[in-house]
């Protein structure tokens, strides 16, 4: 039984009501539901004499779909901060989205500081990438000085900096080093283009750590000490899933000692999947061989002058068995290359030139062609770490950085190791990501003990017995792609499932987790998220409603006399409609399916609405919704066309947005050779593709939609729906019972009372 003590009571009603009073706000009744769930399932967690979980699985999980008005940011820290306190844990807080991350960090946290009487730390946690190499920009800058003439450290890349990309440069190095820039890309004292920041930006690969002469000036250890020390740390679901993917604790707290709380929780399954995803292109893969030869030329140059004969053995070695593998590998890169191209001219493609393989099972040939392939990159993986290892024992010491001073133009020896291991690193990292393609598809029919059966979930979201569980397949297909060095195929594997993933690194691993958005029960239930995080625990499911005025707002769907599937009629009644239904509204946002259709309404209404129309693409989300609002405030309504991302996370209370507008159910796209290969699968198990996915999915996408019209308790408006599927097809009552209590107004599903309108 899951119980609070006294203490813990007092400790969290005190910080509550002292929140509530420093900032007048009145307790909501959804805010301290919600607090008490994740108090009680943090208190109910059963440790042993060191405080570690004991093995009650599921126990110390929390799935908590809480509407807007919830006011859940506040709901999720404030608990869960005080719990992580007496547990003596550390709390991790993760988001789908960089607008939500800096919520956090500017405003709740903040707030909670300031206003709850609780005296924490929090850092934000972000990916390598985002933080200055002060190494690779040192050796950037040497290599721009040097004699043309001379050898450069990056030759396949000497040509990609004008004068002013190296003028920008040397700013930034100059203002780094006043410490009037801390490294940060999201700090930039100027724009650098992406190309030119990634020259410079940390990564792995590069990166030797305590042993390069700049660690004690490095912006992305000053960061991660930070967020080592931090109470709570702000992450978003890619670098957690990455942290917990190389074991955990490289990065953030240790998965063992940490309260995760997951919001935007819906986005989790996608994420994972695309993490745990591979690709590899043929063509690719032959210029890779060739960049492999050019980087072992310049360490052999450099291992030429000055070191020792014992070295130069060791890199001879190295040299001579890569040699060997690579030559094993182009041959084997030409023969499957050679029947993936015969197999692609010879079936039938998809409208992308895709093929799929169907149950992702592949020919015996193929998986053959690619346990060869998977063979020669295994030992050149063995080659490569070798490699790496000798060029890493190298710097700093022998023809490596001495001192701060050495790279230099006129000591470009002095970082010529750095240079060879942060090439080899790449060279890893690329070696790594094709092993892991070749793998999958030289291993096509072996099976993952996968609990993700979706004819096996009872209505009250419990999985099947351990006999009726079967393992999710991959989806895999090539693409056939014309290129002027020849035709490509690009391979790819992409797992249907990662809830096994989900619960060997995340479940089984966290000391406690909390699952939350507004949208995690599509048609009622937790039945679809649960089985694609691998979570089977129904009793720890929660629906807690917000506080906003549905009643006095609308849900409509007008008579019409055209469907989605004659999309040209569609889109001109669409055209004909619109300036009539937000013609009154300061603030709307229209939401589309298709890039296509939003672009003829565009044309369609230019010059017919009373509004100023913004277009997503035509700008940054930021600037487009600055300028709608600023729009609004000055007394000239302002209309948004967006896509599928301006669905959720958009945030126009009052007149900002009175009228949401969609313009179809908002189904996936038919052709993703993903979604597909699950539906496929799906039915192979007895299952049914649109029933167990399509419909949960459009139903939490317009959960979504539907959520961006009432923002705050006061707000009004309407939403109007341009698909009379919903009224006339069997599925539509569930989709209506799904949405909130709107009043509602349907079409009759009567196509002559839309033309007796018109």
């Not at 032959?286 to 053995?313: C, E, N, P």
């Not at 799906?682 to 399509?694: L, T, Y």
Request: proline letters at 3%; a negative charge.
């Amino acid at each position: 039984m899951n119980t609070l003590s006294e203490s813990q009571k007092e400790l969290i009603q005190s910080s509550y009501s002292q929140w509530l009073a420093s900032n007048g706000y009145r307790a909501r009744r959804s805010q301290r539901e919600m607090i008490a769930i994740i108090a009680r399932m943090l208190a109910g967690i059963e440790v042993d004499n060191e405080g570690n979980r004991r093995s009650n699985y599921n126990a110390h999980l929390a799935l908590i779909e809480a509407g807007t008005g919830t006011g859940k940011t506040i709901a999720y820290a404030l608990p869960a901060l005080l719990m992580a306190r007496e547990l003596d844990k550390r709390l991790v807080l993760s988001t789908a989205t960089i607008n939500l991350q800096e919520q956090l960090v500017s405003k709740d946290l903040p707030d909670l500081a300031a206003n709850a009487g609780i005296d924490f730390t929090y850092a934000l946690a972000k990916g390598r990438q985002r933080y200055l190499c002060v190494n690779k920009l040192k050796l950037r800058l040497a290599d721009a000085a040097r004699d043309k003439t001379e050898l450069t450290l990056f030759p396949d890349e000497e040509s990609s900096l004008s004068d002013n990309n190296i003028a920008q440069l040397q700013s930034l190095d100059q203002q780094y080093h006043e410490t009037r820039w801390d490294g940060d890309q999201d700090n930039l004292p100027e724009s650098v283009a992406h190309e030119h920041w990634r020259l410079v930006a940390a990564d792995r690969p590069s990166c030797s750590g305590k042993k390069c002469v700049h660690y004690s000036n490095c912006a992305l250890f000053r960061a991660r000490d930070a967020v080592r020390n931090a109470d709570v740390v702000v992450a978003n679901h890619d670098l957690v899933l990455a942290d917990l993917a190389a074991g955990g604790g490289a990065i953030l707290p240790p998965p063992e000692q940490t309260i995760f709380v997951f919001d935007e929780a819906h986005h989790l399954p996608g994420k994972s999947r695309n993490h745990f995803s591979s690709r590899m292109s043929l063509l690719g893969e032959s210029g890779h061989l060739l960049q492999t030869r050019k980087v072992m030329a310049r360490i052999l140059s450099t291992r030429a002058g000055g070191v020792k004969s014992k070295s130069k053995d060791e890199f001879d070695s190295i040299n001579r068995d890569l040699e060997t593998v690579d030559n094993a590998l182009k041959a084997a890169l030409d023969n499957t290359g050679y029947m993936l191209r015969e197999l692609a001219d010879t079936s039938p493609l998809d409208d992308d030139n895709r093929l799929r393989f169907a149950n992702g099972a592949v020919p015996a040939a193929v998986g053959e062609g690619f346990d060869e392939l998977a063979q020669c990159y295994r030992a050149r993986q063995g080659l490569l770490h070798r490699l790496a290892d000798a060029c890493n024992a190298r710097v700093g010491s022998e023809g490596g950085n001495g001192n701060a001073e050495a790279t230099t133009a006129n000591d470009a020896a002095a970082g010529s190791w750095d240079v060879h291991f942060a090439a080899v690193g790449q060279l890893q990292q690329h070696c790594d990501a094709a092993l892991e393609v070749c793998s999958s598809y030289a291993n096509a029919d072996s099976a993952r003990d996968d609990e993700a059966d979706y004819n096996d979930m009872n209505q009250d979201g419990q999985g099947g017995d351990e006999q009726s569980k079967e393992s999710a397949p991959s989806a895999r297909w090539l693409q056939s792609e014309d290129r002027s060095d020849g035709q490509d195929v690009l391979v790819s594997s992409v797992p249907l499932s990662t809830a096994s993933i989900l619960r060997d690194i995340l479940w089984k691993q966290c000391f406690a987790s909390v699952l939350t958005s507004a949208t995690l029960a599509p048609l009622g239930n937790f039945k679809h998220f649960m089985r694609r995080i691998g979570y089977t625990d129904a009793s720890s499911a929660h629906v807690i409603h917000g506080q906003l005025n549905f009643a006095e707002a609308q849900f409509y769907v007008p008579d019409m006399q055209s469907e989605p599937g004659n999309a040209s009629a569609h889109t001109e009644e669409i055209i004909a409609l619109l300036p009539e239904l937000i013609g009154g509204a300061k603030g709307a946002l229209v939401l589309f399916s298709s890039r296509a259709q939003m672009e003829a309404v565009q044309q369609g209404v230019q010059g017919f609405l009373a509004q100023q129309l913004l277009v997503q693409g035509h700008s940054s989300r930021q600037a487009l919704v600055e300028r709608h609002k600023k729009s609004i405030d000055a007394g000239e309504p302002s209309v948004i066309f967006g896509l599928a991302s301006f669905a959720e996370g958009l945030d126009l209370p009052g007149d900002y947005c009175s009228e949401v507008v969609i313009a179809k159910l908002p189904f996936a796209v038919p052709t993703d050779p993903v979604d597909v290969a699950m539906g496929e699968w799906v039915e192979s198990r007895g299952g049914n593709a649109f029933a167990d996915i399509s419909l949960p999915e459009v139903s939490m996408r317009l959960m979504q939609a539907s959520g961006r019209l009432l923002r705050k308790e006061s707000d009004t408006g309407r939403v109007t729906l341009l698909d009379t599927r919903i009224v006339r097809k069997y599925y539509g009552k569930q989709l209506l019972k799904a949405l909130p209590p709107f009043q509602r107004v349907l079409a009759t599903g009567n196509k002559s009372a839309a033309k007796s309108r018109a």
